[in-house]
């Protein structure tokens, strides 16, 4: 096969692979995708060069598709961010062997290490988009409750090794990757569920609106709406959860009248409320994302304000330089970080919360949970989107921390997706985008640790680094001693 045709075949299986995320959700095109292209665009790549050549165009393929979203915040973002995206998990795969029995384990671990990478950096990391997404309606979304959305990656990496060796008709080769694919999910379903503490009755509220309006709907109406919405419902819950920047404060939130309001209805509704402020500082220059709880009977309880904002979204990275080439008008005002660990006491025990873009980091809600969070809090906001492509992939995200935590997870988005997810990852109630609805139903208080809970990412990315290290170290003497 020619170069150019080579190369040509990778970015398209690239962007195949991308439809296996949501709202897509083709979830075998993962593997299928990694293993086409490991059978017939990288199989046998005699020099790195090559190697990271092939790897660059699959990625960029993938990239162009599953990064797309980004063009409805910023057009230079996306084309800055592809490039980067693409070298991050270009390189690791270039180092994986071109052929003999270590390949099988440079994959799975090449995949971990890149997608570890990405989820760092640049500007504190881009997790969406990533390879786990992809598999939360297949087999392998159990076994995040073992290592985490990492774990769930390397199996992904296992099956493109699967799907290469059946392509290439080495049969005998399928069957410790076959057996290491089927025994993962199977002892995820062996391990012991969370410990339930006790069932109360939530509910989510969903304002509903019209998609892609992030600067064009007010903040009183959308607070409006959700007080219609909330009013509207005749149901009763002992926890309630609204969507991120339900309410507003101009100046500290502790002495606005929109806390007194929300202090006022979960007294009358006799509920805890979780709600999310967008709160102006002092200097009208900047502004906090803050969460809170609100006990019925004694208001204001506890706030967290988001850590991990959104480069671009909530600020803009470089943004001297990025300026003279964007219109950054929609980004005039910029957030303050809070810290963590995201997790807020309230009359029914504490409760973890991560604010929108933080539900795709596992480790920020890991430590909301490990901090004493019995179930978790999602306010988000994906109005500013005109498709279903973010909405999706953060229910998606929201699906991967409950199995990760075995916790309840409830998602409140303005305009969707909002959802309940039960911790085997089960979405048991959603709703429609645009619609306005309250979302209400039994969920449990759980405590306890998962595996994923108890180790975090770090094991599973050091064994991936050492495996990836000894591949090279061992294609090195090959070619040595083929050369001697």
Known sequence: MNRLLRDGLALVLGALTMLSL??????????????????FCNRGARRWRDGLEV???????????????????????????????????ALPLSLVPASGRWRALGVPAALVLGEA???????????MSNLALGQVSGPWLGTAVLAGPLGVIALVGVGA???????????????????????????????????????????????????????DTPQRSVRLRHLDTTNAWQGSTDLMV??????????????????????????????????????RAVD????????????????????????????????????????????????????????????????????????SYEVYFSELVRDGVQA????????????????????????????????ETGRWVLQASTTGYSAVVSPDGEVTHRSELREATVLAGEVELRSGNTPALALGSWPLIVAAAVVLAWCVSTARKRRTRAEG
């Open 22 to 39: 949501p709202p897509w959700g083709l979830w075998p095109l993962g593997p299928v995708g990694i293993g086409l292209w490991l059978r």
């Open 55 to 89: 790897a660059a165009a699959f990625w960029l393929g993938a990239y162009l598709l599953g990064l797309f979203w980004m063009t409805e915040l910023t057009v230079p973002g996306w084309i800055a961010a592809v490039p980067v995206e693409t070298l991050i998990m």
């Open 117 to 127: 990478v990405r989820w760092q950096v640049p500007f504190g990391g881009v997790p």
């Open 161 to 215: 090794v699967i799907v290469e060796r059946l392509c290439a008709r080495e049969w005998c080769a399928v069957s410790w990757p076959a057996v290491a694919a089927i025994a993962a999910p199977i002892a995820a379903l062996a391990w012991p569920a969370t410990t339930v503490d006790a069932t109360v009755t939530a509910a989510v509220v969903q304002a509903g609106g019209e998609l892609g309006t992030n600067v």
């Open 242 to 279: 609204w969507s991120e920047s339900s309410t507003s404060a101009d100046g500290p939130l502790e002495a606005s009248d929109n806390l007194a309001e929300l202090e006022a209805l979960a007294g009358w509704r006799d509920t805890v409320l979780i709600a999310n402020f967008y709160e």
């Open 284 to 355: 009208a220059e900047r502004f906090r994302n803050a969460t809170v709880a609100i006990n019925p009977e004694t208001g204001l309880a506890d706030r967290y304000d988001k850590s991990h904002l959104v480069p671009f979204g909530e600020y803009v990275p470089l943004r001297s330089v990025v300026e003279p080439f964007a219109d950054l008008s929609l980004i005039s005002r910029e957030a303050i970080a809070g810290e963590g660990p995201g997790v807020l006491a309230t009359s029914l025990g504490d409760i973890a919360v991560v604010t």
């Open 372 to 403: 004493g969070g019995r179930i978790v809090a999602n306010p988000t906001l994906a109005s500013s989107y005109s498709t279903s492509v973010v909405p999706s992939q953060s229910l998606a995200s929201a699906r991967l921390r409950a199995v």
